[in-house]
C-alpha cells in the first residue's frame, strides 16, 4: 500500500496514470497497488479505471471508481476507524473528480463496507476514446438510482 503525504494534484496525477495504465475489467477486485493511504487526510482509499463493471447499460460500463474510508492513529501508533466525514471527503473527491456534478455516490453495500464506514464514488467515463466523462441522461441514470447511487452533492 502506497503512502502519500496529503492528497493534491501531483499525488492524485500518479494514482490516476497508474489507473491508466492498469485496467480493471474483473469488477471491483482491486490489487495492492491501487490502494494508499493520504496521511494528512487520514484516508485510506481505492482507485481503480474499471471496464466493465456489470451494469445493463452500457454507458455505465467504464468508470473511475474511489472508495474512501477514514481513520485515526492511536498514540502507540495503531488505526482505527472513523466515521465517514463528507466534508473531508469533499476536498479528496475534488482532487480526483473536478466536475463534481458528474460523480455518482453510493453507501457502503456490503458488511465490511459498512463496518469500515466506506463510501464509493464513481465518474462514468468513456473508454478507449480518451476516458472522457460520460454526461448522463434521465433514462441513463435509471439503473443507478434503482441500485441506491445517488448524485453527489459535493460534502454537504
Not at 479505471?49 to 456489470?54: A, E, M, R
Not at 454507458?59 to 501508533?77: A, E, P, Q, R, V
Not at 478507449?128 to 434521465?138: D, E, K, N
Amino acid at each position: 500500500m502506497k503512502t502519500f503525504p496529503k492528497c493534491d494534484s501531483k499525488s492524485v496525477g500518479k494514482i490516476i496514470e497508474h489507473a491508466n495504465k492498469n485496467i480493471c475489467t474483473d469488477g471491483i477486485k482491486s490489487s495492492k497497488s491501487s490502494t494508499f493511504i493520504f496521511q494528512e487526510e487520514k484516508a485510506i482509499c481505492t482507485f481503480n479505471l474499471l471496464d466493465k463493471s456489470g451494469f445493463k447499460n452500457r454507458l455505465l460500463n467504464s468508470c473511475y471508481y474511489l472508495s474512501l474510508t477514514f481513520c485515526g492513529i492511536t498514540k502507540d501508533g495503531k488505526s482505527y476507524i472513523q466515521p465517514f466525514d463528507h466534508k473531508r471527503a469533499a476536498k479528496i473527491i475534488k482532487t480526483f473528480f473536478p466536475k463534481t456534478n458528474l460523480v455518482w455516490e453510493h453507501a457502503p453495500f456490503i458488511k465490511e463496507g459498512a463496518a469500515s464506514c466506506t463510501h464509493h464514488f464513481y465518474l462514468f467515463v468513456s473508454i478507449p476514446y480518451g476516458r472522457t466523462p460520460v454526461i448522463l441522461q434521465a433514462e441513463d441514470m435509471k439503473e443507478l438510482l434503482e441500485n441506491k447511487y445517488i448524485l453527489y452533492e459535493g460534502g454537504k
